[in-house]
């Protein structure tokens, strides 16, 4: 059991892009409901995070894109940036701060990119 798992966040992962996108069109087949967002690292293998940011944004049953990425703060945010993520994460950073970060976005706030690096 995950952390997300314990407060009540259902997850789904993939080990690269290919496999992410692959998903949402099988999802989208079954006419079942997408996801409410997700979690994107920048250095995920075999992926560029910006282009498969803008795809998991523009498919059909889409969702919004938080980026994490150990990486330096620069990096992190400047992908973010460049993919349309609504929010960027350093790691590693707390259940309570991703929480946070989803609950502004779900309440319509707008969430500054900047200021949700590593907590």
Known sequence: MSLCDLHGIET???????????ALDSIQRLGERGFDFALLDV????????ELCHELR??????????ISAASEQVLMESAERGGAIAALRKPFSVQHLLETLEHYAAGERINRSSAARR
């Open 43 to 50: 250095n995920l293998p075999r992926t560029d995070a910006v």
């Open 12 to 22: 789904s992962w993939t080990i690269d892009g290919s496999s992410a996108l692959q």
């Open 58 to 67: 523009e498919h059909p049953i889409g969702c919004p894109v938080v980026m």
